[in-house]
Every structure is written in C-alpha cells, then in structure tokens.
C-alpha cells in the first residue's frame, strides 16, 4: 500500500527540520513531500534531496507563520491532487518542526477514515485555545464545546479520499470567517468543524492510545 506524509516547512532550516526526517526514514520507506518557500535553504534542499522528500515551492507570507499555518492548506489541496501521488491510498498530515519518529506512521492500522489527536488539555483549560475559538465563533459556540479535548491540527491520520475532504473543510471554513471579517486560523477551525460534526467515521485519540503522542501540555512523556 503506498503512503504519504505531507508537511510544511516553510522558511525552515535542514538542521530545524532534520530530526522529522532522520527518524521517519529510519522507519518508513514510502512518500513524503514538503511545502517550501520561495528560495528554499540550499541547506533544506539538500536534505530533501538526500532522504528522498520531494518538495513542493509555494508562494505565501512567510514572515506571517499565523497565515502560513492555515494557507498550507490551500497548498495541500494542489499536493494530494498531483499525478504523483494519484497511488496513496494513506496519508498522515502532519507539523514538521519539532517531531520526531519512534515508529513509522502507518505501523497502526487505520481503522476509520479520519484519526484525530489531542492534546492532554481541555479547551476550557486553555486560555489560548478557548480564546481562539471565542474570537471566531462566539461565546456561546466555545462553551459548546469547551469540555471537550484541544485537537492538534498539526497531525491527521486518514485516506487519500479523506485528507481532501479535511482540506477542502479547511479550505471553505477559512473563507467562510473571512468573509465575515475573522481571521482564519487552523486550530480553532478544526476543533469546530471536528466538533460541530462536520466529519464522518472517525476517531478522535488521546494521548498514548494511538499512533501520535501530543506533548505541548504534557505534563510528563509518554512512553
């Protein structure tokens, strides 16, 4: 079964992006592509080129990393519909900086068409997130939801099928705040849509009982 690993790094350096790379190919052979600015580090390049990672040169605020957090989508769209990656079945979207592999992404079966991560908080527990979601969808629809885990929008396991559909989500849920003067931004918009019901077959994990382990809040490491 052929997979991807889809990321965005723009603006990184190869040492800031080395680790993801150096210990995701210790464990998995298959795709991985990455968004890079507009004169990518030779540096970067280099890396890619070395493990195999194609890379895909993208246009965007790269001095803004609120916009570029949720414009990778946008670019992601334009990735999973590319002829190259017509064959994967699989896909895990997924942060770049400050990750790392103990396993191959895939080494779980996945057993719905969409797997989302949490962080170890509640979102009534985080000013920041709680905030986020307030700014965008109101009191009330913050309260809805405030009992429930912060998702990570930084890593989605799914099918090829599902990741344009999280994409295209994505993609309208950004222009619909626009549209009425909000800001886009990629957390509070997954945790809505997540949460509002806007997906299908799927499961949401906490920490240490999935493929991902989530470690901003965490208070000790999972192992």
């Not at 540096?43 to 570029?68: A, R, T």
Request: one cysteine or more; glycine letters at 6%.
């Amino acid at each position: 079964m052929t997979q991807l690993v889809l990321g965005a790094a723009y603006g990184y350096s190869a040492e800031q992006v080395k680790p993801f790379v150096t210990t995701l190919r210790r464990h998995y052979t298959g795709k991985i592509a990455f968004l890079v600015a507009v004169n990518p580090d030779p540096s970067l390049v280099d890396l890619c080129m070395e493990h195999g990672v194609d890379f895909f040169i993208v246009e965007g605020d790269q001095n803004n990393p609120i916009h570029m957090q949720w414009a990778r989508f946008f670019h992601y769209e334009n990735v999973l519909n590319h002829p190259f990656f017509t064959e994967c079945l699989q896909v895990f979207l997924t942060d770049v900086r400050d990750v790392i592999f103990q396993d191959s992404p895939f080494s779980l079966p996945l057993t719905t068409d969409f797997e989302f991560f949490t962080e170890p908080e509640k979102i009534k527990n985080s000013f920041v997130n709680r905030g986020w979601l307030q700014e965008r969808y109101g009191v009330a629809e913050a309260y809805a939801i405030e009992d429930k885990n912060i998702i990570c929008s930084g890593t989605i396991r799914t099918t090829m099928a599902g990741a344009k559909v999280v994409v295209r989500h994505m993609i309208m849920e950004s222009e619909k705040l626009k549209a009425t003067g909000r800001s886009p931004l990629d957390q509070p918009m997954l945790n809505y849509l997540v949460y509002s019901g806007a997906f299908f077959n799927y499961r949401i994990f906490n920490n240490g009982e999935g493929a991902v382990d989530t470690l901003h809040f965490a208070k000790e490491l999972i192992s």
